[in-house]
């Protein structure tokens, strides 16, 4: 039968396995709040929403990038 214990794709490290090219997870994430923004014509409930976060989550994200 398979073995279902080794991956098929063991080389995490891989280019392909990333398919976008950001500096780091940051600039995702500051990124992604500011199309959700964009989205929710600056509505931060509407923009936590899109994010599947809730407001208090996004305030403190948006504090963080110097969004706010």
Known sequence: GDN???P???NVNSNSAVP???ENWSD???QNIL???TQARGNRSEAARLL???RTTLWRK???YNLA
Do not use: N, P, V, Y
């Open 35 to 37: 199309e959700a923004l």
């Open 52 to 54: 599947t976060w809730g």
């Open 8 to 10: 098929r794709h063991s």
């Open 28 to 30: 995702i994430e500051r």
């Open 4 to 6: 279902l214990s080794t």
């Open 62 to 64: 948006m504090k963080e």
């Open 20 to 22: 976008f090219k950001a």
